[in-house]
């Protein structure tokens, strides 16, 4: 459908904030109408089916401690599925399993016998978890910004147990293994893994963009349908010109750096997600394995064990990510070299698995290196700007984006939500 010539807003971009920023506007009666240079929405939250399996575009969870999660999203039809609050993790040469211990009290035996460091080393771990867990999100953000691993050597961390335990895990969340990313963010992010759990839709991650572009009129997304230069109140498309009282860029970073002069085009990590099939689970499970040996693998998951869904013969789907960095390239890393590490880490044979597909994401998070600005303006070269570079490279870095970009503009425009009759469902968890 072409878009209309005339709207009250026009929002670039269907992913994950453009689509909060444009429900959100979309409530108070304005007339929103949203541009999609793809064939679907989600933006980097997109699934697809292939060989009778759903994948996601590069391994990604949905952390239910996410507080704009559980103000925005429906959780309850998203019909979430659990992964486990412990990680295997492969460390000189034995198999350690980190869980909490509020839910699994024998894993803290466990790790006293671990390989990670001292009882001193172990200690600090446990209360650093606990003090980033348990305090409030006001409080990391008003510290001081270093680098994740000057911020853990501050909380008692030795080299030992931030190489062997801190590192290899983040590795796969920051997608980086140098940790200069913001230590404030690092913070947050182990406040949301004590305080939530790691899941992922049952239909998917695009299930997240389709549950938001559900609450827009019918006909107000348009998608293949890319600007091509943007004004203050117009946006130029292959379709033609569309005019608004205000317009919303809500593209990845690149994109509103090329549309916009006032955006800084960010530095990117990258990670590659390989998917296997196997006609049996190699782990029975639904446990990250975290590699911290010298290998090209940062972390692996069957997840069809959380999320049977994703299988539609009952085989299962393993995920395999590989951050990229300066002496990888996790696309390069041939399939035989892949099966033997992987063999090593499940502990079996990988001989009879098959690839089923392999995404390698360049552009997967934007670099939050420290000090990093939490809250970029969201008004710009006489536009509004949401997207998780503008506050943290997350889900929730996207979905606050939106909610504060489309503040910005019924601000402009006069117009007062009501909050005592929330725009969108809150779901089980919200409120």
């Known amino acids: 459908m072409t878009p209309p010539r005339k709207c009250d807003v026009v ?76 990680m295997l993790l492969h460390v000189r040469g034995s198999v350690v399993r980190l869980a909490d211990p509020r839910r699994e009290p024998l894993a803290a035996l466990a790790a006293i016998r671990a390989p990670i460091g001292s009882l001193r080393d172990k200690a600090a771990l446990a209360g650093y978890a606990a003090a980033v867990g348990f305090v409030p999100s006001s409080v990391l953000l008003g510290q001081r910004d270093r680098t994740a691993e000057q911020a853990w050597r501050r909380y008692g961390m030795t080299p030992r ?70 004004a203050p109140l117009a946006v130029e498309t292959s379709a033609g010109l569309v005019a608004g009282r205000a317009v919303v860029v809500a593209t990845d970073a690149s994109a509103a750096a090329a549309l916009l002069p006032g955006v800084s085009a960010p530095s990117w990590k990258g990670v590659t997600t390989v998917y296997h099939a196997a006609q049996e689970s190699p782990l029975k499970q639904p446990t ?24 539609s013969d009952g085989r299962a789907l393993i995920a395999t990510s590989l951050v990229h960095g300066p002496d990888l390239d996790g696309a390069a890393v041939g399939e035989r070299a892949m099966l033997g590490h992987l063999a090593r880490l499940y502990r079996t044979s990988t001989s009879g698995w098959e690839r089923v597909a392999a995404y390698d994401v360049a ?58 009759d929330p725009p969108t469902p809150p779901g089980r968890n919200g409120g």
């Open 161 to 230: 147990v931030i190489d062997r335990v801190l590192r290899p895990f983040f590795a796969g969340l920051l997608l980086e293994n140098e940790m200069t990313t913001s230590g404030r963010f690092a913070n947050l992010m182990m406040r949301m893994f004590v305080r939530g759990d790691s899941t992922v839709p049952a239909a998917g991650m695009q299930a997240l963009g389709e549950q938001l572009a559900a609450r827009l009129p019918t006909g107000s997304v348009h998608l293949q349908t890319p600007a091509s230069s943007i």
């Open 363 to 420: 552009h997967a998070l934007p670099s939050m290196t420290a000090p990093h600005e939490f809250r970029k303006p969201v008004r710009t070269d006489g536009v509004y700007v949401c997207g998780d570079h503008r506050d943290t490279s997350s889900i929730q870095g996207a979905l606050v984006s939106g909610r504060r970009a489309a503040d910005a503009v019924l601000s402009d425009l006069g117009i007062v939500l009501d909050e005592s």
């Open 11 to 86: 929002v670039v971009g269907a992913g994950l904030a453009g689509l909060a920023c444009a429900s959100r506007l979309s409530a108070t009666g304005l007339d929103v109408q949203v541009l999609e240079a793809c064939e679907g929405v989600g933006g980097r939250a997109r699934t697809d089916r292939v060989d009778g399996f759903l994948l996601d575009r590069g391994f990604q969870v949905l952390n239910t401690g996410y507080p704009e999660v559980r103000r925005l999203m429906d959780t309850d039809a998203l019909d979430l599925r659990y992964f486990s609050r412990a």
């Open 288 to 311: 990250l394995v975290v590699d911290a040996e010298k290998s090209p693998i940062n972390n692996t998951v069957v997840v069809t064990e959380a999320a049977p869904s994703y299988s």
